[in-house]
């Protein structure tokens, strides 16, 4: 009945996969002799993959699969993707009888390998010629014999992979290979019957086919059930070789009757060599008489004994499977025989000990070295047995604490009572934490009672082990810490001093002066005292140029120069790079604070010497009086630091006092930054308009953009906050936030007032902000975001800012310039640019500054102005004239030839709501406007 089944589902199998096959071209075409072949061959192999005889032997690849012969024939007649198919619908058949019998999941993975091990074959068939070759050349033969070794190889290592790696989880065994080599014949074997189907096939030879099918399948089984027998002697023998124990039996004359198997491995002798000889006769010659004297005293006293024998060490692979894995250099095996009497003759159970005996030589080596470890290290070893109480101590640990006794077992007070009583708790603490399972390791340091009577430092460590309740025992070191601990004090003491110039560092100044602040604030001190801050000037200059070797050398000269201007009360220190500072100790006068200033001056006022050069330097000198109402140390060093910049700000080489004005000063401008930094974060600006008109209409056609900021209520200059918002690095944000905002109410303009004649609005750029690599597309944004022409913007740029750096300056402004936008050149005359310059820039229009426009009517002025008109007709650019406030300036400037101006004569900056009023109302400005009204 079961074959009935596995007849059913083959043909069930190959009809689907025939139709398959036929439906997408791979059986040649849907009728004649091709599709014959091509379901008997796929039936054949499904057939084959049902029958579940065939199993695995011991070694992986070493038995060829009945479906490899369809599969090849498959390949040979109709092509890779025909061998594929059959492949996996034999693989598929496999999968579901193994299923229906139960057998285990792990064995249906193995199915892929001859679906790989076909796809591998095709391609190697296919590469090489294949059916494209010459149907009976060399080629194809060539290109036969290489696929079927390419399948006898993928097959065998995808197995192999299968059976260790993925279900074994244990690493690829090279004997593989082995098993590999002995099962190749088979696989030629298979080819060649493959090869002649084919042929019958073609010829065709139908009679053949149906002849050889039967006695080739019994054929199979029988070498199946070969291979299976070799698998099952392999397995027997695996199992003999893991057995520990062997047997033998002897007569009452000692001779051998009965060897087995695994006394073979044992004693290093075949059972042909044993059988009828003396059992003492197959050991070798040092065992021979303890074997031969014990089997005597057994066959005179009828009881049983056990001997200890030394025997020659096994082969490595003999080793490995008795698992005798001793020391590599040992060649020697023990071997425990007990001695048996039966009847009358004896039974000898030999047992190999060698693992044993090299665990407990081992056992002793640790046990030696242990000792010898605990004598030779420079700790002391201890455990203690948290139960009796009692402590094993290494000598060493003895000798740490002044005993000349041998180590051993004391009471565990003994060293409780040598901790000082100052670190008696702090031990217990961390010993509790420790045994209560809070800290991995106990690691505290305490002083233990020498013997000499002093204290000294140690370090504990120790280690419980865990388990499920509290520890029994715990162990560790005993490290004496007491040279360490001084070295580390004295290093502490290095570092408080500069390496450089040996002076007091930072830290241990400002706590010399908080203990000084602190005697003034209890009145345990009297008199004044002073906080000298010192920065060198052009210090910068020393090091760029000499090299920082001589910035060194002249840090060490000023130092001692600084030391001889003190008094031997006082106090230097180097706080880092060139700054110092100086506490002045009991001063009678503030006077004296500066009279040591002015000698410090004159002390680094000298020339200095390095390497052959004469150097000069100057500081620059902040002074802070010690007075009650300082809470810190550090406030005096932040006044007397903010009277160095000061005196720094006032042309340096000089000295300033710290004072309530100054300190007034510092709050509101550090009050300032923090309001700005806020309201850039907020964008809390308005920008307001100034027009710019045409002087012979007095039209405006423009608005310059000036940005205004109200803090609580009171209008800033940005004559104060623009220099602060620079230095404080905010520039960027601040002038991006102008531009857009600029950009956006000017395009609305142009909208709302299509008729007003409007032609651009300017907006200011800074330097830094002409610097930054991504300005040009800021403005690109801003003009992008809002929906302004390019051609209606004008950027202003003072001269300062272009000669900064004039090669960077004139590649931005050249991408704004291609981009639409104008550029205008603000406050021109006042800066340090040059011709050579300027006619290199891309300017469109020159700015005349306000100090001009103001003297205009001074005879030499006037002269001046024309110049710049007839420089920027020479240029060919615009003038616009700045800061216009009375109308003979109009006339003036309109005589010279200037065509645009914007000054209060004409408006003042307008917020947004003010220069709509003037838009809607559409007037002249100035003086024209009157002439209007007329």
Sequence with gaps: MRSLHRLALAAAVTAVTSGVGILTGIADTPTGAAVVEFCVLMFAAVLVSADPMPRLGAEPGAKMSPSFVFAFAMLLRFGGEAAIVAAVAGAVTSGIVQWRLGR??????????????????????????????????????????????????????????????????????????????????????????????????????????????????????????????????????????????????????????????????????????????????????????????????????????????????????????????????????????????????????????????????????????????????????????????????????????????????????????????????????????????????????????????????????????????????????????????????????????????????????????????????????????????????????????????VGDQLLVVVSRRLESCLRSDDALCRLGGDEFAILLNQLETPEQAKAIAFRIQEALSAPMSMDGREVFTTASIGIAFGVPDYESPDDIMRDADTAMYHAKSRGKARHELFDAELHARSRTRLELENDLRRAIKANDFEVHYQPIVLLTSGMCVGFESLVRWNRDGKAISPAVFIPIVEELGLIEPLGAWVLEQACRTFAGWQQRFPRSGLDYITVNASGRQLMHQNFARVVEQAVAKTGLRPCDLRIEVTETALMDSPDVASKVLRELRDFGVKIYLDDFGTGYSSLSHLHKLPVDALKIDRSFVKSLLLPERSAIVESILSLARTLNTSVVAEGIEQEVQARELERLGCTHAQGYLFSRPLPVSAVEELLKAGMPLGPKANLAHV
């Design 104 to 549: 285990a999941v792990d064995e249906l993975v193995l199915n892929s390998a001859p679906v790989i091990a076909t796809i591998v074959a095709a391609i190697v068939f296919q590469t090489l010629g294949g059916l494209l070759g010459a149907p009976d050349g060399p080629w194809r033969v060539a290109a036969m014999a290489l696929a079927a070794a390419g399948y006898s190889i993928a097959a065998s290592a995808v197995t192999e992979l299968i059976l260790t790696v993925v279900l074994a989880k244990r690493p690829i065994d090279p004997a593989w290979l082995g098993a590999l080599r002995r099962g190749a014949p088979t696989y030629a074997v298979g080819a060649a019957i493959a090869i002649g189907l084919v042929a019958a096939i073609n010829r065709p030879a139908w009679e053949i086919v149906a002849v050889i099918t039967f006695p080739l399948f019994a054929l199979y089984r029988a070498y199946c059930n070969h291979m299976d027998r070799d698998a099952d002697d392999g397995r027997r023998r695996e199992v003999i070789e893991s057995l520990r124990e062997g047997m033998c039996v002897v007569d009452a004359a000692g001779r051998v009757i009965l060897w087995d198997d695994a006394l073979e491995r044992i004693a290093g002798c075949r059972r042909d060599q044993a059988l009828g000889a003396l059992v003492d006769r197959v050991v070798p010659a040092p065992s021979r008489a303890t074997l031969r004297r014990t089997i005597d005293d057994v066959l005179a006293s009828g009881t049983a004994q056990t001997i200890v024998l030394s025997l020659p060490a096994l082969s490595a692979s003999s080793a490995l499977s008795s698992g005798a894995r001793g020391n590599p250099g040992h060649n020697i095996r023990t071997v425990d025989v007990e001695v048996l009497p039966v009847g009358e003759g004896l039974t000898l159970l030999w047992r190999d000990a060698t693992a044993r005996a090299n665990a407990q030589r081992a056992l002793e080596r640790d046990k030696d070295r242990l000792v010898l470890a605990a004598e030779g290290a420079s700790d002391g070893w201890w455990e203690w047995d948290l139960r009796s109480q009692e402590l094993y101590v290494s000598k060493r640990w003895r000798a740490l604490v002044g005993s000349l006794a041998d180590g051993g077992v004391v009471r565990a007070q003994e060293w409780l009572d040598r901790i000082h009583p100052e670190d008696l708790a702090a031990f217990t603490e961390s010993l509790e934490a420790h045994l209560a399972g809070k800290t991995d390791v106990l690691h505290h340091e305490c002083r233990l009672r020498h013997d000499d009577g002093g204290y000294r430092r140690f370090l504990c460590r120790g280690v419980a082990p865990r388990g499920d309740g509290r520890p029994a025992r715990i162990a560790g070191s005993l490290t004496d810490r007491t040279e360490a601990a001084a070295a580390q004090e004295r290093l502490r003491s290095v570092e408080l001093v500069d390496p450089l110039t040996g002076l007091r560092n930072r830290s241990v100044f400002v706590e010399r002066v908080g203990r000084r602040l602190d005697d003034m604030k209890q009145r345990r001190a009297t008199g004044w005292f002073a906080v000298l801050y010192l920065d060198l000037d052009r210090f910068k200059v020393v090091n760029d140029s000499l090299g920082h070797l």
